[in-house]
């Protein structure tokens, strides 16, 4: 397995025709340069950072899970119209996983869909849709200028009449792996809401897949404002948490010969390299899965293994609602190639210099200004059905050789630190066990 932020089929159009821009074409060479190298320094990865969980409430904070769920009650419970601590609720709907989104033309900017308890009761209900507090799920809280506010998600995909009530007022449901290419990866706050976002997806998907339990086939119901589940069988009783299913993914070095190692799959787009990633099988280490993973792909023995950050990513399959990338820089013992043709279409070692040309790649801003542009269409009601990449023209220029993927990629930030000489080294005395770097970047 490579990493699975490589196949976004977004990306194919932009990235299918990749050019270097020399300094003498439109761009300005140096800002464009800069603007690179400022998103491999981002403060945290993509879908990392998430303002509105920096923290657990306690039970008796008014914005707790416990104190905001027995609020929720009493407000859905009253047959009048909703007020008071209404407008501290906030609530996010998703529909077959995609957020409820908004655009704004200055900028091209998007952001997320927050409706009002009143509001998503009043949609709900025109859509032949009750709400209750079984179908929220507490996301977070969050102080905004002096006032506790807290942080809903819910599925409206049985609500169809939704779609039409919100794009009235353009809103729309849009793909979070469209809105993670729209994302300008150096707006913090643009981030936070693609943390946000990234978060309610994991524990919306969650819910749909542990609708029966794994012990007894039981129907399970949420518990703890929908941030855990539980058994309705008396007798089973069991308790099930949001799933959260871990992947290493490794830059593997040839340090004597300055190489890395990148591999390719057959869905990747043209001259498209990453690292090598795959799941963690039980009674496994981080490392062992690391070693594993890369042999049987490659060929390839590992020694020392060395950490250097980590990813939520929670755009796979609802089946596997949030990954967790665990990425890891694993230095080879052995260098000869033998590749798994069911896993891999290729893997070559890749010097340093054309490493570094492929990081210089510009086409990876002018994908998330396009893409942002045509979320700004999809929510004004224009534009739908289109090939996002329909009217992209990329300027003539030396075809790239090759490139790897964008910044939103835990694996980008793996290759670029790479490249400037910025991965932990592992000790020479250290046991390769013990060379597990807790340095985050």
Sequence with gaps: MLSCSSGSSILNGFFSK????????????????????????????????????????KPCEPVSPQSALKTLRTLLSTNSQIISDDDFFKI????????????????????LGWLSLSDCKSYLEKSQVVLTDDSLVYLGCQNEDGVDFVYWGIDVSDASGLVSQLGAIQF?????????????????????????????????????????????????????AGRRKQCSNDSCNKRIYP????????????????RALLGRQSRFVPRMWSCLAGFIEPGESLEEAVRRETWEETGIEVGDVVYHSSQPWPVGPSSMPCQLMIGFFAYAKTLEITVDKEELEDAKWHNREDVK????????????MTTAAKVEQMCKGVGKGQNLSSDFNVESGELASMFIPAPFAIAHHLISSWVNHDQQQPHPKQPATEALHLHVR
């Excluded at 996010?92 to 952001?111: D, V």
């Excluded at 943390?195 to 012990?215: M, Q």
């Design 18 to 57: 990749a050019v270097f821009i020399k300094p003498n074409y439109n761009y300005n060479y140096n800002k464009l340069c800069i603007i690179i190298r400022s998103s491999m320094n981002m403060n945290s990865h993509a879908f990392a950072g998430n303002p509105i969980k920096s923290r657990t409430p």
């Design 357 to 368: 040309k492929a990081l210089t790649f510009a086409e990876y801003k002018k994908a998330q």
């Design 92 to 111: 996010l709907p998703f529909r077959k996983g995609k957020p409820l989104t908004g655009s704004t033309t200055i900028g091209l900017k998007w952001h």
């Design 172 to 224: 729309c449901f849009v793909e979070l792996r469209t809105l993670m290419v729209a994302t300008d990866w150096s707006d913090s706050k643009a981030m936070s809401q693609l943390a946000i976002a990234g978060h309610g997806r994991a524990l919306v998907e969650w819910h749909n897949t542990a609708r029966f339990c794994g012990y007894c086939g039981s129907k399970t119901v949420p518990i703890e």
């Design 243 to 258: 799933r959260v299913d871990p992947v290493v993914i490794m830059l593997v070095i040839d340090k004597e010969n300055d």
